[in-house]
């Protein structure tokens, strides 16, 4: 995910997409042996021999015919999931998205040039905004060359999705507005909004032709503050993204029918390159991207960046649009030009005549204030408890010195971790990419395997290991089988099918299955940038890290409101797992 930057590119940032494969269905029978497999540590003999009956029967009868149709559906399309994972996955879910569906925390790391401090909250978001312009300008021009792995050209187009895009509430369902293109296509919107005490304002990021740099960013959003400073809070419209879908979506139509103006706003907003959010806190950075003051995000843009009164960044993200790769990927970017210039703007100061930021004022009466207040009554009886912390008695160094790979070895120390907390399994998400095929996103990993199953009870390396990693390989490559059953599923359900047996068995949701992981995993690369997400189920943890050479950095999340969860609890008992494990590993070799 390095982001290699040409001025004379050789290959552009696109150029590969109609030639990328299009998305493999995978056997059947293969699936269906990797399901029987993910689902043995749950279950007694008795209920996997049930359980193995029902998979028979499936396998042998509707699944075959399931699977034709699955096949047919992948004659036609390059990429037989892209729609039903948008739309099953996001797009149709009702429950608010702000905060069980958004990623936060992702931005430059800046410790090593800006640590926390007061008084430079402008100054440095005027940097931060100039860079992250900059790399909107490298996607328009297509001069950010090709991710691939190895000689693997990987799909790119997640990365149109980054700036200009939003979701749009629907009743029933939402939808995603994307505005950008490159410049070979056309003209693409510059402005950026900028949100502060529940205020909006707007103003074009392109002067001439030519990004604003930063003393000029510095003036825009210096005037943004001193309009809003000393004044009344604005009406906190933005509080209603983060609203149950189809309340948020009646709320939505109700402000367009006050007042056409409105809706102008709303595209206004919808369509700008990002909204830069002017926070008053003084953050624990991760938990207030994800969980902060709701009335300055727009919790459906697919890029808020969020600047604290510390001088620290942190984001928040809808999920819809991309995988939180994209933003790792551009907060890394800021991140090294940041460290190359030591966070210090050392080009021109002029300042050229432009016009002010534009505030935008919403039209709203009583049903409108009601509605807000209830969103924020909403917002804030959640009760996220996210907790982030840097193990740093060793990294990626030491376990590479053991002839280890570094996500097995945390993925294993985490099954521990859980299994000594909870005293049972705990079914695992983790997240592999597929973007080696057209518009490719991600697979499962079911890391919680017979192999991690036997290491939690005898606390020793072995075979485990190179289980994982095949179990990754094979899902990076398209032969997961998660969304295949997805797939099959969903072709059921189109057709007015009964719903399988193999869906409704009970080991499908105790194993993971239909979105019920206990835990939520994702290893977010080895650069300095990391983030955080909600759990997938009310008793069950999110967990993103990031692997340093000397470090381990973690987001942990947990449902207050769950009396069998604890995110600090579960961090702690990782550390003790991940000392063990090193300990054992060094032995091992002596």
């Known amino acids: 995910m390095t982001n290699q930057v040409s001025e004379f590119p050789t290959e552009r940032t696109f150029q590969y997409q109609h030639s990328l494969p299009p998305l493999p269905v995978p056997s059947l029978e293969g699936s269906l042996a990797k399901y029987l497999d993910a689902v043995r540590p749950f279950a007694t003999e008795e209920e996997y021999q049930v359980t193995a009956a029902v998979v028979k029967r499936f396998g042998e009868g509707i699944g075959k015919d399931l699977h034709q149709k699955l096949l047919q559906r992948a004659r036609t399309r390059r990429n037989w999931l892209e729609e039903w994972w948008l739309n099953a996955a996001y797009l149709e879910l009702r429950y608010p998205s702000q905060l069980n569906v958004n990623f936060g925390g992702p931005a430059p790391y800046l410790e090593h040039c800006w640590p926390p401090t007061e008084g430079v909250q402008l100054q440095r978001n005027s940097i931060s905004m100039w860079h992250t312009l900059q790399y909107w300008d490298l996607l328009r021009t297509e001069r950010l060359d090709p991710h691939k792995a190895g000689n693997v050209v990987l799909d790119m187009d997640q990365f149109r999705m980054l700036f200009c895009t939003c979701k749009v509430p629907g009743v029933t369902k939402d939808t995603i507005i994307n505005y950008f293109k490159t410049e070979s296509e056309g003209p693409c919107p510059s402005h950026v909004v900028v949100m502060c005490k529940g205020r909006f304002f707007s ?5 001439d032709g030519h990004i604003l740099n930063p003393p ?7 005037h943004v503050k001193q309009c809003c400073e000393g004044e ?12 149950e879908r189809t309340r948020w979506a009646k709320a939505r139509e109700y402000l367009i029918g006050i007042d056409p103006a409105n809706k102008t706003i709303l595209e206004t907003i919808q369509s700008s390159l990002f909204v830069v959010s002017l926070d008053d806190a003084k953050p624990y950075v991760t938990r207030e991207a994800l969980t902060g003051d709701p009335t300055i995000r727009w919790g ?5 960046s969020i600047s604290f009164a510390d001088g620290t960044f942190g984001s928040n993200c809808d999920h819809a649009p991309y995988d939180a790769m994209v933003l790792v990927t551009q907060g890394y970017y800021v991140d090294q030009q940041l460290k190359a210039t030591d966070g210090k703007w050392k080009g021109s100061e002029t300042v050229r005549p432009m016009p002010l930021p534009e505030e935008l004022v919403f039209t709203v009466d009583d049903r409108v204030r009601s509605d807000v207040a209830h969103a924020k009554q909403q917002y804030f009886e959640t009760d996220l408890q ?6 740093t008695s060793f990294g990626k160094a030491a376990i590479k010195q053991r002839k280890l790979h570094p996500d097995t070895f945390i993925q294993l120390a985490l099954q521990l971790a859980y299994y000594r907390q909870h005293g049972r399994l705990g079914s695992c998400y983790e997240t592999a990419m597929t973007r080696r095929f057209y518009h490719g996103r991600t697979e499962t990993m079911r890391p919680c395997t017979l192999e991690a199953q036997n290491w939690c009870h005898t606390m020793l390396p072995g075979s485990e290991f190179l289980y994982h990693n095949k179990l990754m390989a094979e899902a ?3 032969k997961g089988f998660d969304r295949h059953l997805l797939g099959l599923y969903l072709i059921a359900k189109e057709e007015g099918l009964p719903m399988p047996d193999l869906f409704t068995d009970p080991l499908y949701s105790k194993s993971g299955g239909g979105g019920n992981f206990t835990l939520s995993t994702s290893l977010v690369g080895y650069t300095t940038v990391l983030g955080a997400v909600a759990p997938m189920v009310h008793h069950g943890y999110g967990f993103f890290y990031r692997i340093g050479d000397d470090r381990i950095v973690a987001s942990c999340t947990a449902w207050k409101s769950s009396p069998e969860t604890d995110a600090e609890t579960l961090f702690q008992n990782l550390v003790t797992s991940l000392h063990e494990m090193l300990h054992l590993a060094t032995t091992a070799q002596l």
Request: glycine residues 8%; contains cysteine.
């Open 232 to 243: 009344p809070a604005g009406e906190g419209v933005a509080a209603l993204t983060s609203e």
């Open 476 to 478: 990076q490559n398209g």
């Open 386 to 391: 996210v907790v982030c912390y840097a193990f």
């Open 300 to 304: 459906d843009k697919s890029y808020n």
């Open 203 to 207: 103003f074009d990021a392109v002067c």
């Open 216 to 222: 000029e960013l510095l003036r825009q959003l210096t």
